[in-house]
């Protein structure tokens, strides 16, 4: 169970009527947003007049389009210091296998479970960029899957 200090807290006026949108966590006030914004920190807010008004300026800079700020496309480092980043499907599976390595309590028979469907996701598609697996690309590694079972039965000889 969290306790009271880090779980935001309802704001209320002077009046005791509840102050929608806004939220109190450790002294500093949050105004909570739809998606895809959600809550921001409303730094310099000392009372809840002060938030109130911070959110109005808030509420204008969203609808004018300046929040949240834009990425801004830095320059570009020469060629020789650019480093290319591995997004295919193997190489997260080595870099799981990696980072499975540190986590304490695992089986080796958990282990042999876990390699052997990452096996077969290597297989199916593993120099696709990791980006491109959806509910599709899943729904169609059931079905391969499923084929390969089923053609390894087909194939074994019979004592």
């Known amino acids: 169970m969290q306790s009271n200090a880090l779980q935001y807290e309802k704001v209320y006026d002077r009046k005791r009527n509840r102050v929608r949108g806004l939220w109190l966590r450790e002294g500093v006030y949050y105004v909570q947003f739809g998606q895809p914004i959600g809550r921001v920190r409303l730094t310099g807010a000392q009372t809840v007049s002060e938030a109130e008004t911070a959110r109005q300026v808030l509420k204008k800079r969203i609808s004018s389009g300046d929040y949240p700020p834009k990425k801004t496309s830095t320059a570009t480092a020469p060629a020789e210091q650019t480093t290319t980043v591995d997004h295919s499907i193997n190489a997260a599976i080595v870099g799981y296998r990696h980072e499975r390595k540190h986590l304490a ?29 959806d509910s599709k690309k899943l729904k169609d590694f059931a079905v391969w899957s499923r084929k390969q079972r089923m053609r390894a039965c087909w194939t074994r000889e019979l004592p």
């Open 105 to 133: 309590g695992l089986d080796i028979k958990t282990h042999n479970r876990e390699d052997s469907g990452l096996n077969k996701w290597s297989e199916y598609c593993g120099k696709d960029d990791i980006d491109t697996v």
